[in-house]
Nanobody, 130 residues
Framework: QVQLAESGGGSVQTGGSLRLSCVVS??????????MGWFRQAPGKEREGVAAFSTSSVRQYYADSVKGRFTLSRDYGKKTLYLQMDSLKPEDTGMYYCAADKSDCDGVSEALDKYEYNYWGQGTQVTVSS
């Protein structure tokens, strides 16, 4: 069973920054084959893909709404995936989830599709005030 644990959420003002962390219970380093993603869900809205990357191809994928503001990184030794969020906007508010799937992420549509993922964390809340 794959376990994911997010942390790092909080409340910031518009223009602020946060770094989310996701600790994973499986090896996500060189030679592994996982699609790792970040998703968010605002109240009353569908869960949407924010960013994802393939551990095998190390390709990264971002939603248009966060390109240039959010950055993925990872520490293989710590089995941790990070999402650096800069220039935050009120519309970035929501519960942020880390997700994993035992597959390659082949293209942005697949990588940011919540139905492609089998394993989910509990989420961490991000609130951006104007």
């Amino acid at each position: 069973q794959v376990q994911l644990a997010e942390s790092g959420g909080g409340s910031v003002q518009t223009g602020g920054s946060l770094r989310l962390s996701c600790v994973v219970s499986v090896y996500i380093g060189i030679g592994s084959k996982w699609c790792m993603g970040w998703f968010r869900q605002a109240p009353g809205k569908e869960r949407e893909g924010v960013a994802a990357f393939s551990t095998s191809s190390v390709r990264q994928y971002y939603a248009d709404s966060v390109k240039g503001r959010f950055t993925l990184s990872r520490d293989y030794g710590k089995k941790t995936l990070y999402l650096q969020m800069d220039s935050l906007k009120p519309e970035d508010t929501g519960m942020y989830y880390c997700a994993a799937d035992k597959s390659d992420c082949d293209g942005v549509s697949e990588a940011l599709d919540k139905y492609e993922y089998n394993y989910w964390g509990q989420g961490t809340q991000v609130t951006v005030s104007s």
